[in-house]
């Protein structure tokens, strides 16, 4: 999710007393904060392992994460995975919404979202509409490398903390700003969704059926996630030209640029040719047979055939090869017009046999083929577990968490997770005495006043 408006603290907030939802006034010992090891010794999962800090190639790199859900916030996690520091900087109150997005766990301050997302971070409280917490944030800012935000344009400038106020802080800062929209242009100010995103970008049109409505391209915040990833490319870029220069910039990015960026050649067709690239289903208008097709054991495989050469492997394993003949199917050009028939052709042969049974065949005739996996064939597959794609993680002696790997893997720095998402203010005293020399008398009255 990608909304604006919900980046912001609800202006209720500072009517209400605050839930207890912060550490103590005194340091947690360091074992507090070390996953826990009693995991279930049956586990098919990876299990996150200690990592040389030191030598992961982001250690050293402080980055605070001011944002609020995925969009700009899975950029900070992303870059947590190979070493940077992550500061997750929430409001005392109503911390960030993702905490209650998504499914409920027994933690009150986070569902199965968080603690998958909000992994690799620490949290401190700081109230960024009272000028206190604003400078609070800026000493924090002048000892750290990047800032993470994701508000509608103009918020962080209506703060006191604008480019001008964060740059006089510290020059070299690199500033990731991810909106629906972007920082410029007519609908900069417009709410954004993923969902929106999906839609004004252009992905949302091609996806379903022909002359059917538009479907949701996957119920999941793709344009966060993919925004996200820019962003991170954007930062590692402009790290790289601070070290050149030692200065600083900005990095825009609004999320249906991330998936308007995605979409091939439609735009150089349309730009060339006037082409309008439609809805095809499960098809694809370059190729055929080329889509999804249902076993008999009622399971689906995707196979894709987008050359003579993979056809007549097909046509091999469905022990048809007159199929790929050059008087019937076996140039490109006649499986395209004759698109019907060969689809059918391949939906009865795959219909008559499970799902094991069309992949060995495929397989074994070097013809793509894959299972179209539900997350419950995900958990099942060896090649899942053998990647290290799914890990198996529990701290506090909390239940075990199955969450998503960390990708890429680097043969000689490979990334790590040392947390999931932290509960609300877990790192505050330790940022506030340790980063900012803050005494502990200083802190009680920050509190007492509710800026932290």
């Given amino acids: 999710m990608t909304d604006q408006d919900a980046h ?9 007393e605050p839930t207890p939802q912060h550490e103590n006034d005194h340091p947690q010992s360091p074992e507090a904060h070390e ?5 279930p010794s049956e586990s098919r999962f990876m299990r ?16 605070i994460d001011v944002g609020t859900f995925l969009a700009g916030p899975f950029a900070a996690t992303l870059l947590g995975e190979f070493g940077a520091e992550v500061i997750k900087v929430e409001h005392p109150i109503a911390g960030d919404p993702m905490r209650t997005f998504g499914t409920p766990t027994r933690r009150h301050d986070a569902t199965l979202a968080w603690l998958s997302e909000g992994r690799n971070k620490k949290s401190v409280t700081i109230d960024l ?22 508000f509608r344009p103009g918020t962080m400038e209506s703060w006191g903390l604008g480019w001008d106020e964060l740059s006089a802080a510290n020059p070299g800062l690199v500033m990731l700003r991810v909106t629906g929209y972007g920082q410029t242009g007519p609908y900069r100010n417009r709410s954004g969704f993923a969902h929106i995103a999906h839609a004004f970008g252009g992905l949302s049109y091609l996806a379903g059926f022909p002359g059917e409505t538009p479907v949701v391209p996957g119920t999941l915040p793709l344009a966060d996630y993919v925004s996200s990833i820019y962003g991170a490319i954007g930062i590692m870029l402009a790290l790289r030209y601070r070290e050149q220069t030692g200065e600083g910039q900005i990095i825009d990015i609004g999320t249906y640029e991330a998936i308007f960026r995605l979409l091939d050649e439609i735009a150089a067709a349309y730009g060339l040719f006037g082409k309008i690239r439609e809805r095809e289903g499960a098809g694809s208008f370059v190729a055929v047979p080329h889509g999804h097709f249902r076993t008999s054991d009622n399971r689906w495989v995707a196979i894709a055939c987008t050359t003579d050469k993979m056809f007549e492997r097909l046509s091999e394993a469905m022990e048809r090869p007159e199929l790929a003949s050059s008087s019937l199917y076996g140039e490109q050009r006649k499986r395209l017009a004759a698109r019907d028939i060969v689809n059918q052709t391949v939906i009865e042969w795959v219909g008559s046999l499970t799902r094991d049974e069309v992949l060995h065949r495929c397989l074994e005739k070097e013809v793509p083929i894959g299972k179209v996996n539900s997350i419950a064939d995900i958990f099942e597959d060896e090649h899942f577990q053998a990647r290290g794609n799914l890990v198996e993680f529990a701290e506090n002696g909390s239940e075990a968490v199955v969450i998503p790997g960390v990708i890429p893997t680097l043969s000689e720095t490979p990334g790590r997770i040392t947390n999931l998402g932290p509960t609300m203010g877990n790192a505050t005293y330790e940022v506030m005495r340790e980063i900012l020399d803050i005494t502990a008398d200083e802190i009680k009255q920050l509190r007492k006043h509710k800026i932290i």
């Fill in 48 to 63: 996150p392992h200690p990592a040389d800090q030191e030598k992961l190639p982001l250690h050293g790199i402080r980055v």
């Fill in 35 to 39: 996953p826990h090891e009693s995991l």
């Fill in 129 to 150: 509409r009272q000028e206190e917490g604003v400078q609070l944030f800026l000493r924090l800012i002048a000892k750290s490398d990047v800032l993470v935000e994701n």
């Fill in 8 to 16: 912001q603290p609800s202006e209720d907030a500072n009517d209400t």
